[in-house]
């Protein structure tokens, strides 16, 4: 058995690696401590209390993904064609996505839903609308979304120099500052929107590419927009920024604690309207602003548990969800423990973030070893 000479691939950033981990963490337990929060029956329970905190604390998730996946494809070395962009975007994440999709219509109930249909056209649209815009399982609308910014992601790239041409007076660093500011305000704009009904959130917030589009272009232009910060005004930002967040997050809580505004059993929240409430509008904005400031920065952190699940953040929210249902939602004893032990919510979460991550790992491993290696037949005299 000989092993083939192989280029060392370059150094990941941990510390990237461990804000995205801590954010597919997050997702995971959006997703799972969230139906402790939204069931009567667990209404002002513990479980209920760790629920809220955990689904609250971390809707910085998808915002802090928007954001960091700008910012890794500007900073990307590789410069290919534009037809080779786009074979690699599907090949690494639309394949996966499919096959979720499949899974999940079939092992999630979504077939039953679909079959109910009453003609052919409107099961195409069903099938359309969900793989390419709000996904087959509702929480798989990230990866149509982040698909459509990879999409126009040259252009968003090149649009800055576009524009300096047409008025070489503006220059190119201040006209990606104005895009940033129009594609805030646009942001903001369909968040209140949406928050106040005017437009639907389902169609113009949560999964549509022009709320999210403004993360995204902070990200790919973030060396032009923080030029000509200094150290210190970046570790005043970080501090502003980190205040703002708990501000938020405080007025966030002293509504949803309400009962008068929220109901006996929390049956007038909210928490749908997850990205465009004013107040996560804002804890939002500032936890993506407080992680940039690191970025800036140049802030190392050593590998972890964080680190090593943030190598994997694809994966984990491609199939948490069937992982959860099939290893805890669809037990009552699990629910019961969870609701006698609230702590159990977070090992559940953690474990299987942690399971997808090492299976993946092991998968990756054992790649790279066929790869590298090959059985040869000597004969011997």
């Known amino acids: 058995m000989t092993a083939a000479s192989t280029s060392s691939s370059p150094a990941r950033n941990a510390y990237i690696d461990t804000l995205r981990g801590w954010s597919i963490f997050g997702v995971v337990c959006i997703h799972f401590a969230g139906s402790f929060v939204t069931a009567d029956t667990y209404a002002w329970s513990p479980s209920f209390w760790l629920g809220l905190i955990l689904n609250q604390g971390f809707i910085f998730a998808v915002p802090l993904f928007v954001f960091l996946s700008g910012y890794l494809a500007a900073s990307s070395s590789k410069r290919p064609s534009l037809g080779d962009y786009y074979a690699s975007r599907l090949t690494r994440i639309g394949l996966p996505y499919l096959l979720v999709s499949v899974l999940s219509f079939f092992l999630l109930n979504h077939y039953a839903e679909w079959q109910a249909l009453p003609d052919a056209g409107a099961k195409a649209s069903w099938l359309l609308r969900r793989v390419l815009f709000t996904g087959v399982e509702p929480t798989l609308y990230f990866i149509p979304l982040i698909l459509q910014l990879y999409l126009l ?50 169609t113009w917030g949560r999964p549509n590419v022009l709320f999210w589009m403004f993360y995204f272009f902070a990200g790919l232009h973030f060396r032009s927009l923080t030029a000509t910060i200094t150290p210190r005004q970046a570790d005043l930002a970080f501090r502003g920024a980190v205040g703002v967040a708990l501000a938020a997050m405080a007025w966030n809580f002293y509504h949803l604690s309400n009962r008068s505004v929220v109901g006996q059993h929390f049956e007038r929240n909210l928490l749908d309207f997850a990205y465009v409430r004013p107040e996560m509008l804002a804890y939002d904005l500032a936890v993506v602003l407080a992680g940039a400031t690191g970025l800036l920065r140049g802030w190392s952190v050593r590998p972890s548990l964080a680190s090593f699940l943030g190598r994997h953040t694809l994966e984990i929210y491609l199939w948490h969800i069937l992982v959860l249902y099939y290893g805890a939602w669809r037990y009552a004893d699990a629910l019961a423990n969870c609701r006698q032990v609230p702590e159990v919510i977070v090992v559940i979460c953690a474990a299987t ?21 090959r059985l040869e037949l000597v004969k011997t005299p």
């Not at 790239?157 to 305000?185: M, N």
């Open 153 to 202: 992601q040259p252009a968003l790239r090149a649009l800055p120099g576009w524009l300096s041409r047409l008025a070489p007076a503006l220059g190119e660093r201040r006209l990606v500052v104005i895009l940033t500011g129009l594609l805030l305000a646009l942001h903001l704009t369909l968040g209140v929107l949406c928050y106040r009904s005017t437009l639907d959130y389902y």
């Open 353 to 373: 973030a942690i399971i997808i991550a090492a299976a993946k790992e092991v998968w990756d491993r054992a790649k790279i070893y066929l790869q590298t290696h």
